[in-house]
């Protein structure tokens, strides 16, 4: 019943965390468990990864809708996430403290994997940041909610199927 309202995604995360309770239950807690009986759970099969990327002339049409955008910094945000492959909330958090003009380079303080890391930036990009940190101290003012309500409208204008701001990371 639980798979028909989640993802085999979800369903494989919840069943691994409980999975791992009994194990610290039974090795850290002394719980008197004959052995862990998540080992005999199948899990659900994992899902495809999603491939879906710019088509050749996709870049001109997505760029013409999101001109006609309301939100200023939607234009901005998405060529910066193109042309660096950063996440929506790494490119949010971005501040004029973490551009490094003269190496060329943002400061990702906070990554997926807790890491910040140096990305590097093209000659374009730099440009668009560079003009973005001399008027504003967030690169990008605009909250996710304002990204994916832009996002998704500026998707139905060009007229895209399935595509999310995630698949311009490749």
């Not at 862990?36 to 760029?63: H, K, Q, S």
């Not at 890491?115 to 000659?123: G, K, M, N, T, W």
Request: net charge positive; glycine share 4%.
């Amino acid at each position: 019943a639980r798979l028909r309202r989640a993802t085999s995604g979800s369903l494989r995360l919840q069943l691994t965390i409980l999975k791992h309770w009994l194990t610290v239950a039974m090795r850290e807690w002394d719980v008197p468990l004959s052995g862990n009986p998540m080992d005999r759970v199948v899990l659900p099969p994992t899902n495809p990864p999603r491939t879906r990327r710019l088509m050749p002339g996709e870049m001109e049409r997505l760029v013409a809708s999101v001109r006609r955008c309301r939100q200023e910094a939607m234009a901005p945000l998405i060529e910066v996430a193109v042309l660096t492959g950063m996440r929506m909330g790494e490119l949010l958090r971005l501040t004029r403290a973490d551009v490094d003009l003269d190496r060329s380079l943002v400061w990702v303080r906070v990554s997926k994997n807790g890491h910040p890391r140096p990305v590097p930036l093209c000659p374009r990009a730099l440009a668009v940041v560079r003009e973005r940190s001399l008027t504003n101290e967030r690169l990008f003012s605009i909250t996710p909610a304002a990204v994916k309500k832009s996002w998704r409208r500026t998707v139905t204008r060009a007229e895209y199927v399935n595509l999310r701001f995630h698949d311009l990371q490749h």
